[in-house]
Each structure stands twice: as structure tokens, then as C-alpha cells.
């Protein structure tokens, strides 16, 4: 039986100033796994995870979150159900508890210290760290505390760009085995953008290969290590090396 | 004054001239051009107030007002030209800070409704209104190219156009009245204002012209906030489509 997928786009393309970003999409993001999008600088993967959050719209085709399409949705009720951390961890000034907090205060709610303190738990930072400035921290602390706001609204689906690339690899570590955590705990449908595909490998139980606007190759991630088209093939050499 | 009086003055314009020629300055020719139209537009106001204020006719009164908003909106949308349909977000903007402010004076009898009070005031809510309005168009513009990740995030968690451009509309807006409220602060110990000054000099009783420029104080400190608070409420729906995204075309600053 085909798994059932959470995300999955028909046909769609995106173009910008007559330059098509996304050709011809015509996949899906399986419920309840890992996906990494894995592919050279400028192939669209980050436009391609900004049109799940609905944060831009296909100009072709059409995409459906959980069998309904994206369109159908309340952009603020979509945007909850599909959470992004985005590339390059933006923090708005105040304090580590301002900015988890940020997702509920734009419901008129209020983020409880326990609900912070789980949050803060659950992403492995003590709850000391709630009175902290949020830009006196490490860009890996950043990047957690991003991750745990991401989490505020309980998303089904959590869109990753590039979210270990500035971090050391004891940071991408952690990060990995929180996200993994994340995705068994909550069944959370992870989308997850990362130049590094040994990341790709160990994380990932689907990739994409995306290159110039197409999906090249997909299949279970262990596919990397011997892909049948030639361009990946390249690829993966230039990256292994 | 005569004439030749205010011919004498033009010395005040030989020294920067001599000076920007000797310095190497190259503003000898922007110095001229701005001479002559200040003469020009002025002269040429001057003799219609007189106009007006003989034909005592309030069409005429009006008219000027409505002058004075095509040519402060037409300055002012310059900086904003991103931002869809500003044109008529700043004549509306314009007529209602006109509108208030009016109603105010004359509903109140603060000032009679005549040429000698509506003109002249008018002259500076809207003229106070237009730079207010070129701050804040300036100032929110850059703000949104520059903020461009917060608008993106806060819609990203959830957030509608407006919570997401909440901190951007706040921080033009304040950088556009301070100045207002920062020079207020020191009127009178620094500088005399420009309206008191010339009717002292004009022979009207000084307290009497502290009085009307209380006023005029006043006024514009109201301007000054109508204006930027309303330009942004106005402005920033254009810059989201329907479904809640950020038209990237819409917020590159002009230059």
C-alpha cells in the first residue's frame, strides 16, 4: 500500500520574472517521516518549502496539505498545521520566553513557564534560559530556540531550511537526534532542506535530489550512495569528496 | 518693506555664492534656480492671498487648500511610489488632517473662518503633514526591506499581515514624529518659531503671537501623529495579497 502523504504537489511549477524556479513538481512528502531535500545552491528547495508554508503560491498546478488543497485553507491555519524554521535564524529582540512565546501572542494567548520550560527541555537547554536575551546567544542556542518556537502551534508538518549549516558538528548532532526525537515523539512530518548528505543519509528516510527547478531523483535516502542518474551521480562525488 | 529694500537682502544671497564659488563648492547654479523660484512662487502667492482675501469669497479659500494638497501630495509620493495607489492615500490622508484640524478651529471658534486664518493655517498642518508624510513613507519603506525575515517569520508561526508588520508601522512611526516632539521641546530657547517671529516683526502683540503659535503647535503635533499613524494603517495592506504573503515587488526601497 502507498504510504499516505502529507504533502503532495501536482504538477506545479513557480516562476518569477519570466526564470522558472520549480518545474513540473508532481511529488509527495510521506506522512509521519523525514524527507530531506538535498541538491546544489539555486535548485529551489527553499521555494519549494515556502510554497508548504504558503508563504508564496504555485503560479502552476496545485498542492494538497493532508488531501485538501492548499488554497482551501486559511493562510494562518495552514501556516500552524505546517510550521518552517527558516534558513538564517531570525530572533526578535527580547527575551528567550518573548520569542517562544511569539506563535501563542499572535492568538492572544500566553505561553505558561511550564509549557517555556518543556519547550526549552525538549530542544536540551535548561529553563534558566528563559530570561535570556535571545541575542546573547550562540548560533546553535539560536537555532534551538527557533526550532522550539516552530513547535509552539503543535504543527502536523515541520519544514527545516538549512537549519544546521552554520552550527559544529557536535550542534548538528544534537539537532539531529532533537529532530529525530520530534518526528517519533510527535509523528511530526519533517521536510528538512540540508546541503549535507551524510545528514541526508543518516536522517532522512526519503530523499529528493533537486537540481535547476526539477526533482531529479527520489526514493529512500540510502539511494545516495548508488543513484542511477548521472547528474546526481556527479553530485554526490563533488559532495562525498 | 520696499522693493528696493528687499533688494539689499539679495547680499544675503551674493555670500553664499561668492562663498560656493570660492570653495569649489559647485552650488552656484542650484543657489540661483532656488533664489528665483523662491521670489517667483512667492510673489506670485503673495498677490493671490490679496486676491482672495479682497474677493472675500470662501470658493477661493478652498481652492488654495486644494492647491496646497495637490502640491504636497505630489511631493510627497515620490517616496512612495512601492506602495500601491499611494496617491490617494495621501490626498486622503491630506484631507482629513485638513478636515479635523479645521473643524476644530472654526467649530470652536478658536479662529474665524476667514482667508486670513484658514490659508495661512493650512499652509502649515499640510505642509507639516507632507514632510511627516515623506518621514514616515521613507522610513517604513526601508524599515520592510530591511525587516523583511521578521515580516516573513511572524507570517510563518501564523501571524496575520498586520501583527507581522506591527513592529515595523511602530518603529516609522515614532521616527517620524520625534522630531516634532524633539523640537517642541526646546521652542523658544533655541529659536524663535518662524509664524511668531514674523508677527512680532509685523507689530502684533507678542503674547497675542505666542498664543497663535501655541496653537499652531498644537495643531501640528496632532498632524504629526494623524498623519503617520493613518499613512501606515493605509499603506501596509498593499504590500499582502489575499492569501496572506509578502509581495517581495513591493517593498524594495526606492532610491
Known sequence: MEPKQAIRFDHVDYTIDDTKILKDINHGFNQGEITTLVGPSGAGKTTLIRLCNGLISPTKGRIYIHDQPIDEYNPVDLRKKVGMVMQGVTMLKGTVRENLAIPLKLQDKTLTDEEASRLLDMVGLPASFLDKNSNSLSGGQKQRISIARSLVNRPSVLLLDEITSSLDTVSQQEVESLIKRINEEYKTTIVWITHNLRQALNIGDYSWVMMDGEVIETGKSEFLNQPNDERVKAFVRSEFQ | ?255
Not at chain 2, 157 to 178: F, H
Not at chain 2, 196 to 216: K, Y
Open chain 2, 1 to 255: 518693506m520696499s522693493y528696493l529694500t528687499l533688494a539689499f537682502s539679495l547680499i544675503f544671497v551674493l555670500i553664499p555664492l561668492i562663498l560656493s564659488k570660492t570653495l569649489n563648492l559647485g552650488l552656484e547654479k542650484d543657489t540661483i534656480i532656488a533664489t528665483i523660484r523662491s521670489i517667483i512662487q512667492l510673489l506670485a502667492v503673495g498677490y493671490i492671498l490679496q486676491f482672495v482675501f479682497d474677493s472675500e469669497s470662501s470658493i477661493y479659500i478652498w481652492l488654495m487648500v486644494g492647491l496646497m494638497i495637490v502640491a504636497a501630495t505630489q511631493n510627497a509620493r515620490k517616496k512612495g511610489t512601492s506602495i500601491q495607489g499611494i496617491t490617494w492615500k495621501l490626498v486622503g490622508t491630506f484631507i482629513f488632517v485638513e478636515v479635523l484640524t479645521q473643524s476644530v478651529l472654526i467649530g470652536l471658534g478658536i479662529t474665524p473662518p476667514t482667508a486670513q486664518y484658514v490659508i495661512p493655517i493650512s499652509g502649515m498642518v499640510i505642509g507639516n503633514s507632507m514632510v511627516l508624510g515623506i518621514l514616515f513613507l521613507n522610513r517604513f519603506t526601508a524599515e520592510m526591506d530591511d525587516k523583511r525575515n521578521e515580516t516573513e517569520l511572524i507570517l510563518s508561526l501564523g501571524g496575520t499581515p498586520k501583527q507581522a508588520v506591527q513592529r515595523q508601522l511602530k518603529t516609522s512611526i515614532q521616527a517620524s514624529i520625534i522630531p516634532t516632539i524633539e523640537s517642541q521641546k526646546t521652542i523658544g530657547l533655541v529659536q524663535l518659531p518662524g509664524m511668531m517671529s514674523g508677527q512680532i516683526i509685523a507689530g502684533a502683540d507678542p503674547v497675542q503671537a505666542v498664543l497663535f503659535q501655541l496653537l499652531i503647535l498644537f495643531l501640528l503635533l496632532t498632524t504629526a501623529v494623524i498623519t503617520s499613524a493613518l499613512l501606515g494603517f493605509l499603506s501596509y495592506p498593499t504590500l499582502f495579497n489575499e492569501r496572506m504573503q509578502l509581495l517581495e515587488e513591493k517593498i524594495k526601497t526606492d532610491s
